[in-house]
């Protein structure tokens, strides 16, 4: 069994309104022994701005994990994790950002294709959407390449919101670019995610295994589990199947941070 979510979300992301407590005692209950909480921070255009996302605010979610890491101390470990989305919109603060805290691990992401949410580009035609899904995969590459990050989330989140607007836009079309983002990952001994928070509405995890495989065929050999839950009921949804792809696709299992170290989980014994 899997016993570490490594993307977890609580109110302390905009979009979440999970308390802390709650997500550890349904983590308990699960019999998990970790979880990553990895709240949002999301860089905008230069002229935008949004008030959660400052270092302050990263400070007091810190400062309510390490008061639960008390209050659970021998049931749970929480680590204190942040999800960065598109770093490379602002690289100087991201960079700041990342050496300013201790986070145990970081996840990167790209939600915001030309500055907008990727969940409101279902008004695009062919060519704005082929834009966008370049845009998307040259700002992963990007990220890839030269952010200081310890996994990539949801290497697909366009298959999501593509779902969402009727139709399916697989980035597996451009397996050229992915794979370049894949390789860039695998020689900087990166991790890639497996996001189960699809499989609550469609047959596939972010990414697929296929796009996984050619992660092995790159030389990846790490991977992290995260359900993405912003939700307490949502906290290692699928595990599962998430296990059995990885066994699937070659690796040798799954792996975990803690302090930003990364340590691989095997069935059965440790390395
Ligand atoms: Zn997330």
Redesign the pocket.
């Given at each position: 069994m899997v016993d570490a979510d490594l993307?977890?979300?609580s109110n302390m992301?905009p979009d979440s309104r999970e308390t802390l407590d709650d997500i550890c005692l349904k983590a308990i209950k699960l019999g998990l022994k970790t979880i990553a909480i990895?709240d949002?921070y999301e860089f905008y255009w230069p002229e935008r701005r949004h008030p959660v996302f400052n270092f302050k605010h990263v400070e007091e979610g810190q400062e309510i994990i390490e008061k639960a890491r008390i209050r659970y101390n021998g049931e749970l470990n929480i680590l204190f994790a942040i999800?960065i989305g598109q770093p490379h919109f602002d690289f100087h603060t991201a960079k700041k950002l990342v050496s300013s805290f201790d986070f145990d691990f970081i996840?990167a992401?790209f939600h915001k294709v030309g500055g907008t949410d990727l969940m409101s580009h279902d008004y695009m035609n062919e060519d704005e959407r082929k834009r966008a899904l370049y845009e998307y995969l040259d700002g992963l590459l990007i990220i890839s390449e030269l952010f200081d990050f310890d996994s990539l989330?949801?290497l697909d989140l366009i298959k999501r919101y593509s779902l969402k607007a009727g139709r399916i836009e697989r980035i597996e079309t451009e397996e050229e670019r992915v794979r370049e983002i894949l390789r860039a990952l695998a020689i900087r001994g990166k991790a890639l995610e497996i996001?189960t928070?699809l499989l609550r509405d469609y047959d596939e995890t972010m990414p697929s295994a296929e796009i996984l495989r050619w992660f092995r065929e790159e030389g990846g050999e790490r991977i992290t589990i995260?359900s993405?839950a912003?939700k307490r009921e949502h906290v290692a949804y699928a595990f599962d199947c998430a296990e059995r792809i990885i066994r699937d696709c070659g690796f040798k299992g799954y792996t975990i941070y803690e302090k930003r170290k990364a340590r691989i989980i095997c069935p059965g014994r440790e390395e």
């Open positions: 993307h977890v979300h992301s990895s949002h999800e996840l992401s989330a949801h996001n928070s995260g993405d912003h």
